[in-house]
Nanobody, 123 residues
Framework: QLQLVESGGGLVQAGGSLRLSCAVS????????IAWFRQAPGKEREGILC????????AYPDSVKDRFTISRDSAKNTVYLQMNSLKPEDTAIYYC????????????????RGQGTQVTVSS
């Protein structure tokens, strides 16, 4: 059974860091593109970073470039989202998702999705 489970969320002060994990089971990680999305209260879900099957990454909104990075550990079947210099506007539920073909920032393009983990950044 294919499953993606996020962890590592929590409450952090502005300027702090968090590392989220996306543990993947039921599929071979190297065969899929994995993306992180987030949804803040009252806002649409947005794609933030995607790592492809070659290990290359794409960041989508300018707001996370130079602060967030994505990486994958195939031995652990886990994808990470390292978030530095966090801001209150980063507060959201963070999701990971998997798909074939190329990376995308569109939630609808990802058939396999996790349940999300809450990140709250206090000012």
């Amino acid at each position: 059974q294919l499953q993606l489970v996020e962890s590592g969320g929590g409450l952090v002060q502005a300027g702090g860091s968090l590392r989220l994990s996306c543990a993947v089971s039921g599929l071979t990680l190297n065969h899929y593109h994995i993306a992180w999305f987030r949804q803040a209260p009252g806002k649409e879900r947005e794609g933030i970073l995607c790592v492809d099957t070659y290990g290359g990454s794409t960041a989508y909104p300018d707001s996370v470039k130079d602060r967030f990075t994505i990486s994958r550990d195939s031995a652990k079947n886990t994808v990470y989202l390292q978030m530095n210099s966090l801001k209150p506007e980063d507060t959201a539920i963070y999701y990971c998702a998997a798909k074939w073909s190329r990376c995308s920032n569109l939630w609808a393009a990802f058939p396999y999705r996790g349940q999300g983990t809450q990140v709250t950044v206090s000012s």
